[in-house]
């Protein structure tokens, strides 16, 4: 589907129809993709949702998260 490696990835949870729905964000050189993962019924399981998401996506990208909101 994508040619170039995707250098990171950032989960969202954000409210909508009443549930909370988790999307993921992957940022390549070129462009930037979103995708919507999933709705739950509530946030705690939605973050907890994103959590695991953000932590598979990013194992083996070049510029894995710091733990602290910013790259590197």
């Given at each position: 589907?994508?040619k170039?490696?995707?250098?990171?990835?950032?989960?969202?949870?954000?409210?909508?129809?009443?549930?909370w729905s988790?999307?993921?964000?992957?940022?390549?050189?070129?462009?930037t993709?979103?995708?919507?993962?999933?709705?739950?019924?509530?946030?705690?399981?939605?973050?907890?949702?994103?959590?695991?998401?953000?932590?598979?996506?990013?194992r083996?990208?070049?510029?894995?998260?710091d733990?602290?909101?910013?790259?590197?």
């Amino acid at each position: 589907m994508f040619k170039d490696r995707a250098l990171i990835a950032e989960t969202f949870v954000e409210e909508k129809d009443g549930q909370w729905s988790v999307f993921i964000e992957v940022l390549f050189k070129d462009e930037t993709v979103r995708y919507e993962v999933g709705r739950y019924f509530t946030k705690k399981k939605a973050e907890l949702v994103a959590g695991y998401i953000k932590r598979c996506a990013n194992r083996d990208l070049p510029y894995p998260n710091d733990g602290l909101g910013g790259c590197c």
